[in-house]
């Protein structure tokens, strides 16, 4: 079966400076992969995905995601965090035969200080 | 173009009560996912419907959750009775097709809180 782990739960950022959110995958097959985000108050929004196609994906809001099949990683990047970047991100996977089900990470909430 | 609808946004019930959950989907979608995230854990499939069929429910938890989607519309989740360990956020999702890949849709959440 697939997995998706995010290490760490909680990671903080100074406006301005880079964001690395990590997420690591496991699959025995080829997978699709996701990122998501939650606004305060919101539900979950595509911020991008990798549909076994370019490696370096990009996304909304300036985000974008490479994928490394030999790290097993998809992490998620932004060169220059703005407040309104501060959310929970979510990575999942998706692989053949479910049916587009999509299997999550446990989140990352992401906070931006002045 | 709407997006995909839930209600209520919050509902606090008693244990042992019964709660429905509703969802709309984007006009179109044929398939219709519901999702649940107890507090602190991961987001959970819990079941996929293509249109008015059940095509995959492994991850409903138990028997006191009842899922329809009547007419391949709009869908109810029922929770009956509710436990504490029920408490948490529950998603519905949708999308135009279920080929790998591609786009679901979430709508905002329905939080339940047991008490």
């Known amino acids: 079966a697939q997995s998706v782990t995010q290490l760490g739960s909680h990671v903080s950022v100074s406006e301005g400076a880079l964001v690395l959110l990590r997420c690591n995958y496991s699959?025995?097959?080829?997978?699709?992969l996701f990122w998501y985000v939650q606004y305060p108050n919101q539900g979950l929004q595509l911020l991008l995905k990798?549909?076994?196609?370019?490696?370096l994906v990009k996304g909304i809001n300036g985000f974008e995601a490479e994928f490394k099949k030999s790290e097993t990683s998809f992490h998620l990047t932004k060169p220059s965090a703005h407040m309104s970047d501060a959310a929970e991100y979510f990575c999942?996977?998706?692989?053949?035969?479910?049916?587009?089900?999509?299997?999550f990470g446990t989140g990352t909430r992401l906070q931006v200080t002045l | 173009e709407a997006g995909v609808t839930q209600f209520p946004s919050h509902s606090v019930i008693e244990k042992g009560q019964t709660v429905t959950l509703r969802c709309d989907p984007i006009?179109?979608?044929?398939?219709l996912y519901w999702y649940r995230r107890v507090m602190g854990k991961e987001i959970k499939f819990l079941l996929h419907?293509?249109?008015?069929?059940?095509?995959?429910e492994s991850g409903m938890p138990n028997n006191r959750f009842l899922a329809e989607r009547t007419g391949g519309t709009y869908s109810t989740l029922k929770v009956q009775p509710a436990e504490l360990e029920d408490s948490g956020v529950y998603f519905c999702?949708?999308?135009?097709?279920?080929?790998?890949?591609?786009?679901?849709?979430f709508g905002e959440g329905s939080w339940l809180t047991v008490v």
């Open positions: 999702a949708s999308s135009q097709e279920f080929t790998l890949g591609n786009t679901i849709y």
């Open positions: 699959s025995s097959v080829p997978p699709y």
């Open positions: 990798y549909t076994s196609a370019a490696t």
């Open positions: 999942a996977v998706s692989v053949a035969g479910t049916a587009s089900k999509l299997t």
């Open positions: 006009s179109g979608h044929d398939n």
């Open positions: 419907f293509v249109k008015e069929s059940k095509q995959d």
